[in-house]
C-alpha cells in the first residue's frame, strides 16, 4: 500500500477549525483515502474517506488536492472529544488492507 | 457502542499459561481481523479471516492461534507467552474483505494483555 505523510502532532483551541494534513504523492488511481482516529483508551473509528472529490458528513470534511497526492481532514469546530490520533490510510479498491502509520495526535486546549 | 465485542478487557498472564481473547461482532460482517497495538507503536494487522476462512497471517508467533468457528465469532489462543507480547490487542470486523467504496472497518474496544 502507498505511503502516508502526517505530522506526529498538533494543537487546537476548543471550537476552532481543525486541519490535518496528508501527504501521498505516490497515491494510485485506485487507491481511496481513509481517516480513522482512536481516541485514548479506544479502538479506532471511522471517520471519513474519499476518492478524488471533496466529502461531508457529520463528523468532518475531507478535501482532496485536485492532484491527489495530498488531503486534508476538517474538523470544523473541534470539541475535547475531538483529542485523539487521526490516522490517513491508503488502500487500493479491492480487498485493500487498513494498515495504519503513526498518525496525528491532536490535542485541543480548553 | 461500535457492534464489536471484546472479552475480557483486561487480561494478566504468566508465561506458561493459556487464555484466549473472544471476539464477536453483531453487525452481520463477514471479514473479521485481529490487529497489535504495542506501546507508542502504529496497530500491526495480525489476521485477517474471510467467510470463517484464514486468508492472512502477517508473520504472527505460532505461540499466537485464531480461531474463526463462524463469521460473529473470532478467538485468538494464547499461550508460552513472552513479557513483549504485552500489548493492546484489537478485534475488528467489516462487511466485505478489505476497505473498498462503501465497506468501513469497526473496531472493538481492544483487550489489554499484560504478560508476567
Known amino acids: 500500500d502507498a505511503k502516508t505523510t502526517q505530522p506526529n502532532s498538533m494543537e487546537s483551541n476548543e471550537e476552532e477549525p481543525v486541519h490535518l494534513p496528508c501527504n501521498h504523492s505516490t497515491i494510485s488511481g485506485t487507491d481511496y483515502i481513509h481517516w480513522y482516529r482512536q481516541l485514548p483508551s479506544q479502538g479506532p473509528e471511522y471517520v471519513i474517506h474519499g476518492l478524488t472529490s471533496n466529502v461531508n458528513n457529520r463528523m468532518a470534511s475531507l478535501a482532496i488536492a485536485e492532484d491527489r497526492k495530498s488531503s486534508t481532514l476538517i474538523l470544523h469546530r473541534a470539541t475535547l472529544r475531538d483529542a485523539a490520533v487521526y490516522y490517513c490510510?491508503?488502500?487500493?479498491?479491492?480487498?485493500?488492507?487498513?494498515?495504519f502509520g503513526q498518525g496525528t495526535e491532536l490535542s485541543v486546549k480548553p | 457502542e461500535t457492534g464489536v465485542t471484546q472479552t475480557p478487557r483486561h487480561l494478566v498472564m504468566g508465561m506458561t499459561n493459556k487464555k484466549s481473547l473472544k471476539c464477536e461482532q453483531h453487525?452481520?460482517?463477514?471479514?473479521m481481523y485481529w490487529y497489535k497495538q504495542s506501546a507508542k507503536k502504529p496497530l500491526e494487522l495480525m489476521f485477517v479471516?474471510?467467510?470463517?476462512?484464514?486468508?492472512e497471517n502477517n508473520s504472527v508467533p505460532s505461540r499466537f492461534s485464531p480461531e474463526c468457528p463462524n463469521s460473529s465469532h473470532l478467538f485468538l489462543h494464547l499461550h508460552t507467552l513472552q513479557p513483549e507480547d504485552s500489548a493492546l490487542y484489537l478485534c475488528?470486523?467489516?462487511?466485505?474483505?478489505?476497505?473498498?467504496?462503501?465497506?468501513?472497518?469497526?473496531f472493538g474496544e481492544g483487550s489489554w494483555l499484560t504478560v508476567v
Open positions: 475488528a470486523s467489516s462487511q466485505a474483505l478489505g476497505v473498498n467504496s462503501g465497506n468501513t472497518i469497526y
Open positions: 490510510i491508503l488502500t487500493r479498491n479491492q480487498g485493500g488492507k487498513l494498515i
Open positions: 453487525l452481520g460482517h463477514n471479514a
Open positions: 479471516y474471510n467467510f470463517k476462512e484464514q486468508t
